[in-house]
């Protein structure tokens, strides 16, 4: 029995002879090749699955009371007893910011879905083919968009008062504009497609139509607009908190904590360090997740 025999490329196909390559490219299989999500969204999507993690079971990841300091361990600097070090009644930092994960997440995820929810509501409205509820809508939305996401949600929560749910009340209506717009125009933009136009022509009542046409292709990029809202809403649910507009000491939330480091400060950052620190990831995480699958929608990324 013979060897089989190896021959090189050029043996298989002379290179003095191009007319036999002719449809040899076209005969070769095509391999689909899947590129890995970036690096940056990968680390994100843990960290997110992390915070998910810290506000459903923060027992997990630390055995200190948030609430129950010592004020012989005051102020002591971040090492193996504490991570993160202790604040100024002794109360162990990295347990704070852990259990501070729960407010802050709940809080985001409400302002979210108020928002969310007006925002389609009002954006499906404006969207139909009615120039005053168009016109009465969008300067709604012109309105609520001329105040800082802030200072609109300081006004609500004056008019409201303070608690967790009227924060997410008032965060989710300065973002109702956010959700409002796209949705207007993709509304516009659907009801005018072709296929709308047949399946009104079939005989679908007005009703059918906007249910199996327009509502599903108007809330296809809903999900990505909000995932990038997260991030808004929980820096702006810890400005709150920072002035003493959101949950009251001793509530263990990232703008409760970083409100009362500012006493501290010059002889202990690690109070308020740690806190910011873990606003600042967690809005960059949501922000490059909502940014990827943005891209992902628009086909800009493989």
């Not at 506000?55 to 300091?69: C, E, N, Y």
């Amino acid at each position: 029995m013979t060897a089989p025999s190896h021959r090189s490329f050029e043996q298989a196909v002379p290179l003095d002879r191009p007319e036999d390559l002719v449809g040899f490219e076209t005969s070769l299989p095509v391999i689909a090749v899947r590129r890995r999500p970036p690096l940056a969204f990968t680390v994100a999507v843990a960290f997110v699955v992390l915070l998910i993690a810290a506000a459903t079971a923060p027992s997990l990841f630390t055995h200190f009371d948030p609430l129950v300091g010592d004020f012989s361990e005051g102020l002591k600097s971040p090492g193996w007893a504490h991570l993160f070090g202790t604040d100024r009644l002794g109360r162990d930092v990295f347990a704070r910011t852990v259990y501070g994960t729960r407010y802050s997440l709940l809080i985001g995820f409400g302002g979210v879905a108020v928002g969310l929810g007006l925002g389609v509501l009002l954006g499906i409205i404006a969207g139909q083919r009615n120039r005053i509820l168009d016109e009465s809508v969008s300067r709604l939305f012109d309105m609520l968009s001329s105040f800082p996401g802030v200072l609109l949600a300081m006004l609500i929560v004056t008019f409201l008062g303070q608690g967790m749910l009227n924060i997410a009340i008032a965060v989710g209506i300065a973002g109702i504009p956010k959700f409002g717009r796209v949705v207007r125009a993709q509304t516009q933009l659907v009801r005018d497609a072709d296929y709308v136009t047949q399946a009104t022509v079939y005989g679908l009542s007005q009703w059918q139509v906007f249910l199996r046409h327009v509502l599903p292709n108007v809330l296809v990029a809903i999900p990505i607009i909000a995932t990038v809202y997260i991030g808004s809403t929980i820096l702006i649910v810890s400005g709150l908190s920072f002035l003493g507009l959101g949950p009251q000491p001793p509530t263990p939330e990232w703008g409760v904590m970083l409100a009362e480091s500012r006493d501290v400060l010059r002889v202990a950052w690690w109070p308020g360090v740690f806190p910011g620190l873990a606003i600042t990831a967690t809005v960059i995480a949501f922000s490059v997740i909502g940014n990827f699958l943005q891209k992902k929608f628009e086909g800009r990324v493989a």
